[in-house]
């Protein structure tokens, strides 16, 4: 059975940083792309970032540019987020993603999910 577990999520002051892991078991997943979406009580699911099978390609939204950097270790089938100059507008549950083939942003592509890691920025 394939597996996602993120930690890292927590409480930080705004301008803090905080590195969020999602760690896979079941399969190998070299050939997956990685994504991070999040969500907020009563939002829309969010595309955060995405990297590429090869961790070649990364893209990510708008919001987060120049803010997180998002990687991968595919010996160890994980990826990880890293968050820096955080704002309270980042406060959602944040979801690590996989799917089969090449980078999206679309939530809808993605086969495999974590069951999510709660970050909470405050002023």
């Known amino acids: 059975q394939v597996q996602l577990v993120e930690s890292g999520g927590g409480l930080v002051q705004a301008g803090g940083s905080l590195r969020l892991s999602c760690a896979a078991s079941?399969?190998?997943?070299?050939?997956?792309?990685m994504g991070w979406f999040r969500q907020a009580p009563g939002k829309e699911r969010e595309f955060v970032a995405a990297?590429?099978?090869?961790?070649?390609?990364?893209t990510y939204s708008d919001g987060v540019k120049g803010r997180f950097t998002i990687s991968r270790d595919n010996v160890k089938n994980t990826v990880y987020l890293q968050m820096n100059s955080l704002k309270p507008e980042d406060t959602a549950v944040y979801y690590c993603?996989?799917?089969?083939?090449?980078?999206?942003?679309?939530?809808?592509?993605?086969?495999?999910w974590g069951q999510g890691t709660q970050v909470t920025v405050s002023s």
């Open positions: 079941g399969r190998t997943f070299s050939s997956y792309a």
């Open positions: 993603a996989f799917k089969e083939g090449s980078v999206t942003g679309y939530y809808r592509t993605y086969d495999y």
């Open positions: 990297i590429s099978r090869r961790g070649i390609t990364t």
